[in-house]
């Protein structure tokens, strides 16, 4: 009964930014993970941005000062601000979450990032 709907995708120029939006179906007091993962063909997928209900916010060190990762209870949606962008963040970005016993995972959405 979860349903995650990632937003805000397309394709930038290097340098660029994007701002990625993921609503849940749900309050996001629900969950104890939040998170955006990324993944291109071929590679499993990498943890890209996330916090838990304790406050911790985390990065990869790929994306550390480029990325931002937030989150709006009244809209239930979780942001990714990306800025800087460069070819090599080109992937799917799939919002996941987490609760007591569920996991859960939007769709995706394509960002491409040209040079």
């Known amino acids: 009964q979860v349903q995650l709907v990632e937003s805000g995708g397309g394709l930038v120029q290097a340098g660029g930014s994007l701002r990625l939006s993921c609503r849940s179906s749900?309050?996001?007091?629900?969950?104890?993970?939040v998170g955006w993962y990324r993944q291109t063909p071929g590679a499993q997928r990498e943890l890209v941005a996330s916090?838990?209900?304790?406050?911790?916010?985390n990065y990869a060190d790929s994306v550390k000062g480029r990325f931002t990762i937030s989150e709006d209870k009244a809209s239930k949606t979780i942001g990714l601000r990306m800025t800087s962008l460069n070819p090599d963040d080109t992937a799917i970005y799939l919002c996941?979450?987490?609760?007591?016993?569920?996991?859960?995972w939007g769709q995706g959405t394509q960002v491409t990032v040209s040079s």
């Open positions: 749900i309050d996001l007091d629900t969950f104890k993970f």
């Open positions: 916090f838990s209900n304790f406050g911790g916010v």
């Open positions: 996941n979450t987490r609760s007591n016993f569920d996991e859960y």
